[in-house]
């Protein structure tokens, strides 16, 4: 960011209107030219103001909102992840065998943000080749899993026949606040593919439909906000709607760890127990996890404690 003491022969806005008018600045100002746009910071008083280059559109911004914005970024959890739409998963997981199921979420991670190309880690699209490659799978299983992905609509091929995840299922990009959508981190993700057995992999995926917006807890109804009246599934019935019995259940999913860490925590209160889904592998908000997901007050010191101790972070 630059530092100027005046910007001068810039008029913005009316020009009859002194305060759409910046030029000949006799204080301080702080900007930055990003996409089209000016983002100024007057030092004195600490406003800020967003011009938009090509309409002179100006939006001001008050000291207060300039730092709720700046508070708002600070506790933002930056990883990098692939959305996944929760009302989509449960016909993916009816098109996809529970290996079909983490092949596709892990080439999922290398969809191009805002196209949905997969891609290469130097950004090139992949080639049938390059996925055989990332994909350590035998060359029949490859290829039954990727037919079915292209006669579903699941993956398809561009003009240009470079592969395209459907973002109907997953993406990358921006996200409007309502959707009903988990992130799914590319490095967790990733780990947990070369870990685990496909099969075992795709299990945790059937849990996607059920993690509720506020707290990542297993529910019946995800979209609820009011905290009070979530429907928490125990054992029996998550067994029921993602179609395993209390063994798979036990073995494959509860006991899964990726780099040590488990994908799923056992919240016993009194006689009755909840499942817990780890935050920083399959997530839902926004900010970074903290102890609120768990009904606690936020220590601001170590804000994610005993989360942390939970999943063994």
């Not at 993406?171 to 981190?185: L, S």
């Not at 496909?198 to 506020?214: K, V």
């Not at 609820?224 to 999913?253: H, M, P, W, Y």
């Amino acid at each position: 960011m630059k530092t100027k003491k005046a910007l001068d022969g810039i008029s913005m806005g009316n020009p009859n209107d002194d305060s759409n008018i910046i030029s000949n600045l006799d204080r301080d100002v702080k900007y930055v030219v990003d996409a089209g746009e000016m983002h100024l910071v007057f030092a004195e008083t600490g406003e800020s103001r967003t011009i938009d280059l090509n309409t002179h559109r100006i939006v001001i911004h008050s000291r207060a909102s300039v730092e709720a914005y700046k508070e708002k970024m600070e506790n933002r959890d930056n990883r990098h992840f692939t959305f996944a739409r929760m009302e989509a998963a449960k016909e993916l997981a009816n098109s996809l065998t529970h290996g079909q199921l983490a092949h596709f979420t892990y080439v999922s991670t290398f969809a191009g943000y805002g196209d949905n190309i997969i891609r290469n880690p130097n950004k090139t699209p992949m080639t049938t080749k390059d996925l055989m490659k990332e994909l350590p799978i035998p060359k029949r299983t490859f290829y039954d899993f990727l037919n079915v992905c292209l006669d579903k609509g699941i993956i398809s091929k561009d003009d240009d026949e470079r592969y395209v995840i459907n973002s109907k299922y997953h993406f990358k990009g921006k996200c409007k606040g309502d959707e009903r959508v988990v992130k799914m981190f590319s490095t967790e993700i990733r780990s947990a593919y070369k870990q685990m057995k496909p099969a075992d992999f795709g299990l945790i995926y059937l849990l996607m439909p059920y993690i509720h917006y506020a707290t990542n807890t297993l529910c019946r109804n995800p979209y609820e906000k009011d905290v009070a009246k979530l429907q928490k599934l125990n054992r029996k019935q998550l067994c029921e709607l993602i179609g395993v019995d209390a063994s798979t259940f036990s073995n494959r999913i509860l006991k899964t760890k990726i780099d040590g860490k488990p994908v799923l925590a056992e919240i016993k209160v009194l006689s009755k127990r909840s499942y817990l889904v780890n935050p920083w592998v399959l997530y839902r908000l926004d900010s970074k996890p903290n102890d609120s997901l768990i009904g606690q007050t936020v220590d601001p010191a170590e804000p994610d404690k005993t989360l942390r101790s939970i999943f063994e972070v």
